[in-house]
């Protein structure tokens, strides 16, 4: 019989690396706390409408990346509904901002989250059919300040304070504006216009793009087509003085603040209701694929799922990504040990494993990682085993259960210690040697 396998394009995280992926989780959530967001939870699928409407139905994710299928009817009355697991989350928090009326206070709102995703593409080094994802969204009626280029400028310093904590250097952050919604129309039309003679000459998605989407041309990284996609129009001749203005407040607070970034002049994010400022954090150390994280402004598109006006901006950092970055970074460093249990209780007898138990809850509950032996085992296979996971052994036999009064060794010095039972929480809770 064949061995069941993980689906192509998704895989199991593992400990020690989910130690890494929790580090970089829990210093996130520490850093957008200190901004003053909150997290949300939105369901992991939606209905496909949503993702139609926002994200664009002549998109890539749209037209051939989505996972989606059709719910059966529990009874004939009911209508089938489809269904579409989300590819990306921030259509799913402005459906949830509209649902629950939270622009009704008038406050603005800042919302996190953290969670898996859902491409169909081909899988690669940093890309999987199930990817993770950290994100937050700025976003409420123009009354709560939405619409502020601050509000840009200050969730570029929190990213760039994240990658700061999280010890990752060598980044860039790339900076553009694709204007109003008029503004990108009018250049739109201006870049298909320029794009009929050339597209022939360009990748068989720029062929397709240049019609559907041309915006998209621009994000193409076949080496072939960069000489064409140079010698395109740029989005910045076609902005408006509402747009520039706003763009140039953005890049005067982020010089106040003494955030660095480069203008890219091609940069206009794939997804359809971008606005205003888009960004992308780009590392060298991630290959072509170089792209940390990304995001951007969408000021209609609460509108544009049947909610009211409310300007926005967010941004998704792939985690993948963000967790390879950190071990290429490592890679250059001596490794950490892994680390290990502060201790290991070994019970002498299967009698005693009940007392072993009632030992580690007391030790647990003081904030200590303990890992539970078997009184099964000989000692020697206790010691064995202890030495490969944890700082020190606690040996309970039947006189230390009656004394009160634990062995422990310490595998560091080699030191074998006798310590009262009232005491012996703090003792393991002093570094190994001590």
Same mark, same amino acid.
């Given at each position: 019989?064949?061995?069941?396998?993980?689906?192509?394009?998704?895989?199991?995280?593992?400990?020690?690396?989910?130690?890494?992926?929790?580090?970089?989780?829990?210093?996130?959530?520490?850093?957008?706390?200190?901004?003053?967001? #909150?997290?949300?939870?939105?369901?992991?699928?939606?209905?496909?409408?949503?993702?139609?409407?926002?994200?664009?139905?002549?998109?890539?994710?749209?037209?051939?990346?989505?996972?989606?299928?059709?719910?059966?009817?529990?009874? =004939?009355?009911?209508?089938?509904?489809?269904?579409?697991?989300?590819?990306?989350?921030?259509?799913?928090?402005?459906?949830?901002?509209?649902?629950?009326?939270?622009?009704?206070?008038?406050?603005?709102?800042?919302?996190?989250? @953290?969670?898996? =995703?859902?491409? +169909?593409?081909?899988?690669?080094?940093?890309?999987?059919?199930?990817?993770?994802?950290?994100?937050?969204?700025?976003?409420?009626?123009?009354?709560?300040?939405?619409?502020?280029?601050?509000?840009?400028?200050?969730?570029?310093?929190?990213?760039?304070?994240?990658?700061?904590?999280?010890?990752?250097?060598?980044?860039?952050?790339?900076?553009?504006?694709?204007?109003? !919604? *008029?503004?990108?129309?009018?250049?739109?039309? @201006?870049?298909? *216009?320029? &794009?009929?003679?050339?597209?022939?000459?360009?990748?068989?998605?720029?062929?397709?793009?240049?019609?559907?989407?041309?915006?998209?041309?621009?994000?193409?990284? @076949?080496?072939?087509?960069?000489?064409?996609?140079?010698?395109?129009?740029?989005?910045?001749?076609?902005?408006?003085?509402?747009?520039?203005?706003?763009?140039?407040?953005?890049?005067?607070?982020?010089?106040?603040?003494?955030?660095?970034?480069?203008?890219?002049?091609? &940069?206009?994010?794939?997804?359809?209701?971008?606005?205003?400022?888009?960004?992308?954090?780009?590392?060298?150390?991630?290959?072509?694929?170089? !792209?940390?994280?990304?995001?951007?402004?969408?000021?209609?598109?609460?509108?544009?799922?049947?909610?009211?006006? !409310?300007? #926005?901006?967010?941004?998704?950092?792939?985690?993948?990504?963000?967790?390879?970055?950190?071990?290429?970074?490592?890679?250059?460093?001596?490794?950490?040990?892994?680390?290990?249990?502060?201790?290991?209780?070994?019970?002498?007898?299967?009698?005693?494993?009940?007392?072993?138990?009632?030992?580690?809850?007391?030790?647990?509950?003081?904030?200590?990682?303990?890992?539970?032996?078997? #009184?099964?085992?000989?000692?020697?296979?206790?010691?064995? !085993?202890?030495?490969?996971?944890?700082? +020190?052994?606690?040996?309970?036999?039947?006189?230390?259960?009656?004394?009160?009064?634990?062995?422990?060794?310490?595998?560091?010095?080699?030191? =074998?210690?006798?310590?009262?039972?009232?005491?012996? *929480?703090?003792?393991?809770?002093?570094?190994?040697?001590?």
């Amino acid at each position: 019989m064949a061995t069941v396998k993980a689906v192509r394009g998704t895989r199991d995280l593992l400990p020690p690396e989910t130690e890494l992926w929790n580090l970089i989780e829990a210093t996130a959530r520490q850093v957008f706390a200190r901004y003053n967001f #909150g997290e949300i939870r939105t369901p992991i699928f939606e209905d496909t409408g949503l993702f139609a409407r926002s994200v664009g139905e002549e998109t890539d994710i749209v037209s051939k990346e989505m996972y989606t299928w059709e719910d059966r009817a529990r009874a =004939q009355s009911e209508k089938t509904q489809s269904l579409t697991l989300r590819p990306e989350n921030t259509a799913g928090v402005v459906r949830a901002y509209i649902e629950h009326g939270l622009g009704e206070s008038g406050q603005l709102q800042k919302l996190y989250y @953290v969670g898996p =995703q859902f491409r +169909r593409e081909r899988p690669q080094k940093g890309r999987y059919r199930q990817f993770w994802q950290i994100g937050a969204e700025v976003i409420g009626p123009p009354s709560s300040g939405s619409e502020s280029p601050l509000r840009d400028a200050e969730v570029l310093e929190m990213l760039a304070t994240l990658l700061q904590e999280l010890e990752i250097t060598g980044w860039t952050l790339e900076l553009n504006s694709v204007g109003s !919604a *008029a503004d990108r129309a009018k250049y739109s039309d @201006v870049l298909r *216009a320029a &794009l009929v003679d050339v597209a022939p000459k360009m990748c068989g998605d720029c062929q397709r793009r240049a019609v559907t989407n041309p915006l998209r041309v621009l994000d193409c990284k @076949v080496p072939e087509d960069q000489p064409i996609i140079e010698s395109l129009p740029k989005i910045g001749d076609s902005l408006g003085k509402d747009s520039k203005d706003h763009f140039a407040q953005v890049t005067a607070a982020l010089d106040a603040a003494g955030v660095p970034y480069k203008l890219n002049r091609r &940069l206009v994010r794939g997804l359809d209701y971008y606005t205003r400022t888009t960004f992308e954090f780009t590392h060298g150390g991630l290959g072509a694929q170089n !792209a940390l994280l990304g995001g951007g402004r969408y000021d209609g598109l609460s509108e544009a799922i049947g909610g009211p006006k !409310a300007p #926005g901006i967010g941004f998704a950092i792939g985690l993948d990504r963000l967790v390879l970055t950190l071990q290429a970074l490592e890679s250059t460093q001596a490794p950490a040990p892994a680390a290990k249990a502060d201790a290991y209780i070994a019970s002498l007898g299967e009698s005693l494993n009940a007392a072993a138990l009632v030992l580690a809850r007391e030790l647990r509950r003081a904030g200590l990682r303990v890992e539970l032996g078997d #009184g099964s085992f000989r000692l020697k296979k206790s010691f064995e !085993a202890a030495d490969k996971i944890a700082r +020190r052994i606690v040996i309970l036999g039947e006189d230390e259960h009656q004394s009160g009064i634990l062995t422990v060794k310490d595998f560091t010095t080699g030191t =074998q210690t006798k310590v009262p039972r009232a005491e012996l *929480a703090a003792y393991l809770a002093r570094p190994a040697g001590e």
